[in-house]
């Protein structure tokens, strides 16, 4: 794949001139209102804020970041995690979310390993009917994890057991969102069980997240599988969709598939839905198909409403550099201003007019991206 240059020129000029933006590495948030983001239009959220390593999560961070939401705080004891959530909120974070799995045990207890809070439910305190099981009868567990037990969340009981103790330890930590992960829906499903058999459980689930989240004053995130084009079918049980699989080079390859992924985006966020895009490197580590961000960067400005909302607006996990080229994306909301109007398709690119310049993608074997800024 390629990533288009940055393409910068004074206005009238015939020549352009190509420089290197120096990102800003320390973003506070500003806002009028707890909802809405008017004066600092970004386009960043924090992916995990590890206190014990003090940085983001990866190697080549060494500054502290500040965005609106952070999607899940770790450390390594009590005391440490609680410095970490009034360091955030000192420093203009509005949301912080307590990471909890949907549908998995965890094998070892809280606080395993050094890592402060307890983030998927103990195994040690599940009941055997809890658990899944297959066709064959036995427990269906997590690829290549066999302590990794999945549970049989269109059970109430098992609803209410993992809700209410995520709740519980939510509050007492004072985050104000429940990030839920692992959740499915009409994309995969545990070895041995039907998709739409899984489906159903897990849709079970979730409304029964939105139930108690909602009685509790909790926002809800949900880190999910599901293909953009079905967001619409649950997004009235959650505040946000955080989704690993953004701009991937199956969709790029096509115009109607690329499409089909921005107009959901589009649809979702008109219900007032945020979206928390995570980038090919803060997942899986690797050079995969966007390991700087850019592609999922250069998607969110080509759907983005004129004016982001922290709940009806769409987002990219913050970078993991700190200089230009890698990284300066999350700078382009400033640079490039507000959007003049919706995207616009000719042929396989699609483009969208900004204040100071544009960006456009053109989709294919090998997608090109490309960001002029206007000065």
Not at 169 to 187: G, M, P, S
Request: aromatic share 14%; net charge positive.
């Amino acid at each position: 794949m390629q990533v288009g240059k940055l393409n910068i020129w004074p206005r009238n000029a015939k020549r352009k001139i190509y420089i290197c933006i120096v990102y800003i590495s320390f973003i506070c948030i500003s806002a009028k209102s707890q909802d809405n983001i008017s004066d600092s239009y970004t386009i960043i959220f924090n992916p995990l804020f590890h206190q014990n390593q003090e940085k983001w999560r990866a190697p080549y961070h060494k500054t502290m970041m500040y965005a609106w939401f952070t999607a899940r705080v770790i450390a390594p004891d009590y005391k440490t995690y609680m410095h970490s959530m009034e360091d955030q909120y000192g420093n203009g974070v509005k949301y912080i979310g307590y990471y909890y799995s949907a549908t998995t045990t965890h094998s070892k207890e809280s606080g395993a390993h050094g890592i402060f809070p307890e983030k998927k439910f103990p195994l040690n305190e599940v009941k055997k009917d809890w658990l899944l099981r297959r066709p064959d009868g036995k427990f269906s567990t997590w690829p290549n994890q066999e302590e990794r037990y999945f549970l049989d969340v269109g059970l109430r009981e098992v609803q209410d057991a993992i809700l209410n103790r995520a709740i519980l330890n939510a509050k007492k930590l004072k985050c104000n969102v429940l990030t839920l992960d692992n959740w499915y829906y009409k994309y995969g499903a545990p070895a041995g069980l039907e998709e739409k058999a899984w489906t159903e459980k897990c849709m079970l689930f979730l409304k029964r997240a939105r139930e108690l989240t909602t009685a509790n004053n909790l926002k809800l995130v949900v880190n999910h599988t599901s293909p953009p084009q079905y967001w619409i079918e649950f997004a009235p049980y959650l505040d946000g969709s955080s989704y690993e699989m953004g701009c991937h080079p199956t969709r790029l390859r096509s115009r109607d598939l690329y499409e089909q992924e921005l107009s959901s985006y589009q649809e979702f966020i008109a219900m007032g839905k945020s979206i928390f895009l995570y980038t090919d490197r803060a997942v899986y580590k690797g050079d995969r198909w966007d390991k700087d961000g850019r592609k999922a960067a250069a998607t969110v400005m080509l759907v983005m409403p004129k004016e982001q909302h922290y709940w009806g607006g769409i987002y990219v996990c913050s970078p993991h550099y700190e200089v230009w080229p890698v990284g300066g994306w999350a700078m382009w909301p400033e640079q490039l201003g507000k959007p003049l109007g919706p995207r616009e398709w000719d042929g396989d690119t699609v483009t969208r007019k900004f204040e100071n310049g544009l960006i456009s993608v053109t989709v294919g074997e090998k997608p090109k991206f490309n960001i002029s800024i206007e000065y």
